[in-house]
């Protein structure tokens, strides 16, 4: 709002008519209805100009001043937008005949002013109502929604308890002091700017009376005399009299015409109505004919359409006959194909089913046995991996007690280089051993062939990131692929699902099971 003040700061000279520097509340209203239509009410707006001098119902409300435009423009900006928000939850109160109830309004003041809720002022708006308990319309309240708290309703929603006098008394003050400080500083502010603006004032004031004057002289340079006046009036009298004298005369004159013409008119309707009446009955006279020529037409018409529709029917029966017997040879015709096709198709369905068997017994024995061959070459090279791990542990064990052995003794020496040796053995060492101990664990896991163990210690090492297991690390997770690829050929076999047999295959012999099944997609069913 500030931004658009500062663009459009000559908007309050458009409704400063008399130049005082300052407009009424209704020139504001306008105002405001044209910058945000459709504006707010009037009494809203009298609240609004209220508020910027700090006082409610004071008779301040009538006028605003230049100096305070901006900070009225902001308030109604506050209220317009406020009672977007009011209307909405009014509306969502609003009983069917569209009122809301007493206790529903003090919700609303209650949801609106929050800790400065007044329950003082809440009862003197009930008091104050023409008909207690009747309906709320919102017109009643928003004016009162929106006005903010005065120093007094704030005081007086402050607790009062006797015990806490001594502290609250104070806390009243500063409340007092921090709200009307600003409704202080702005009346210096006002006495200061008007005392500046006195001079400039009267100048305007001078300045409007010269205009006044001015317009008045050219609006007496186009008045007429009471002379000129009465004159006219006389004339135009005579010419009323003039023109309804004329009506007068030109009334009778057509009224005359009027009845000459009626009589004319009753005399050529009497001879037309004897003239019709002769015609009627000449029509008459020809319609009886008309209708006993119809009714021979129609007698000879029904005999003949007797005997057309017997010939008809007589058609029909031998059509339909005949449409009986080539429906029945062709019903006969379709029965002894359909039977040849089905025959011909319960052979060639046997036949498939007797291949698709052959294949899926052949393809599941291939696959029995590359996969037991792959298992049989992963289980011996377990065995002697894990031999060898085995031998690798307990040397990394017998590594570690010498670098404990040595540290000990360059301790006992106080030899610190000795001692930062020992230490880097030993670190050594325990690495090597947690090294060989998790290659162990794969090399058993791998050898026992256990895919629950299998899972959890690679998971292990995964998770621990030993280092040097990569090799036995991916010999487990390719076993446990192979596993699941097992597993999945066997389910195939038993959808009897010859494509599925097929690529199980492939990927056996390819030994890329990863990229045809992953453990986190069959463990669901293949361990439940």
């Known amino acids: 709002m500030s931004s658009f003040i500062a663009q459009y700061g000559d908007v309050f000279d458009l409704y400063d008519d008399m130049m005082v520097g300052e407009i009424s509340c209704e020139a504001f209203s306008e105002m405001y209805e044209k910058l945000r239509p459709p504006g707010i009410r009037l009494a809203q707006v009298r609240a609004g100009i209220e508020t910027v001098y700090g006082s409610y119902g004071c008779g301040m409300g009538d006028s605003l001043e230049r100096p305070d435009f901006q900070e009225g423009l902001e308030e109604l900006d506050r209220r317009y937008f406020l009672i977007q928000d009011l209307m909405w939850e009014y509306k969502i109160l609003c009983r069917p005949d569209g009122l809301i109830s007493e206790a529903d309004a003090k919700l609303l003041f209650t949801a609106t002013h929050e800790q400065n809720f007044s329950q003082i002022k809440y009862d003197q708006w009930l008091k104050n109502r023409k008909?207690?308990?009747?309906?709320?319309?919102?017109?009643?309240?928003?004016?009162?929604?929106?006005?903010?708290?005065?120093?007094?309703?704030?005081?007086?929603?402050?607790?009062?308890?006797?015990?806490?006098?001594?502290?609250?008394?104070?806390?009243?003050?500063?409340?007092?002091?921090?709200?009307t400080d600003k409704t202080k500083s702005h009346d210096r502010k006002k006495k200061v700017e008007k005392l500046g603006y006195l001079k400039k004032l009267q100048e305007l004031k001078a300045k409007r009376s010269q205009n006044i004057k001015r317009r008045k002289s050219i609006e007496d340079g186009y008045k007429k005399s009471e002379e000129e006046k009465r004159l006219e009036e006389e004339e135009r009298r005579k010419r009323e009299e003039e023109e309804e004298r004329r009506r007068l005369e030109e009334e009778k004159r057509r009224e005359e015409e009027r009845a000459r013409l009626e009589a004319l008119q009753k005399e050529a309707a009497e001879k037309q109505r004897l003239k019709d009446l002769e015609a009627e009955a000449e029509a008459a006279r020809l319609k009886e004919e008309a209708e006993k020529q119809k009714l021979k037409d129609e007698e000879e018409a029904e005999k003949q359409r007797?005997?057309?529709?017997?010939?008809?029917?007589?058609?029909?029966?031998?059509?339909?006959?005949?449409?009986?017997q080539r429906e029945e040879e062709e019903r006969i015709r379709k029965e002894k194909e359909e039977e040849e096709e089905k025959k011909r198709k319960a052979e060639e369905e046997e036949a498939e089913r007797q291949r698709q068997k052959e294949a899926e017994e052949a393809a599941a024995?291939?696959?029995?046995?590359?996969?037991?061959?792959?298992?049989?070459?992963?289980?011996?090279?377990?065995?002697?991996?894990?031999?060898?791990?085995?031998?690798?542990?307990?040397?990394?064990?017998?590594?570690?007690?010498?670098?404990?052995?040595?540290?000990?003794?360059?301790?006992?020496?106080?030899?610190?280089?000795?001692?930062?040796?020992?230490?880097?053995?030993?670190?050594?060492?325990?690495?090597?051993?947690?090294?060989?101990?998790?290659?162990?664990?794969?090399?058993?896991?791998?050898?026992?062939?256990?895919?629950?163990?299998?899972?959890?210690?690679?998971?292990?090492?995964?998770?621990?990131?030993?280092?040097?297991?990569?090799?036995?690390?991916?010999?487990?997770?390719?076993?446990?692929n192979l596993i699941y690829a097992q597993r999945q050929l066997e389910n195939a076999c038993l959808d009897r699902s010859i494509d599925d047999i097929e690529i199980a295959i492939e990927k056996i012999k390819s030994g890329t099971f990863l990229s045809y099944l992953t453990p986190t997609n069959y463990v669901d069913s293949t361990l439940t």
């Open 365 to 480: 024995a291939e696959a029995e046995r590359l996969a037991q061959e792959e298992l049989a070459k992963i289980s011996d090279k377990a065995e002697r991996d894990l031999q060898q791990s085995k031998l690798d542990e307990e040397k990394a064990l017998q590594a570690i007690k010498d670098a404990q052995a040595a540290l000990e003794a360059a301790k006992l020496a106080d030899d610190m280089a000795a001692i930062e040796e020992a230490q880097r053995l030993k670190k050594e060492a325990d690495e090597r051993a947690r090294t060989t101990k998790m290659i162990k664990r794969l090399k058993e896991a791998i050898q026992k062939r256990d895919l629950r163990e299998l899972e959890d210690t690679i998971r292990d090492a995964k998770k621990k990131k030993v280092k040097g297991v990569e090799e036995p690390l991916a010999e487990a997770e390719e076993l446990v």
């Open 131 to 179: 008909v207690r308990g009747s309906g709320v319309p919102f017109s009643e309240i928003d004016v009162l929604l929106c006005n903010k708290p005065t120093p007094d309703e704030i005081i007086a929603t402050l607790p009062t308890l006797p015990r806490e006098r001594t502290q609250l008394e104070p806390l009243s003050r500063s409340a007092t002091t921090m709200i």
């Open 306 to 324: 007797l005997i057309d529709e017997e010939e008809r029917k007589k058609r029909e029966a031998e059509e339909l006959e005949l449409q009986k």
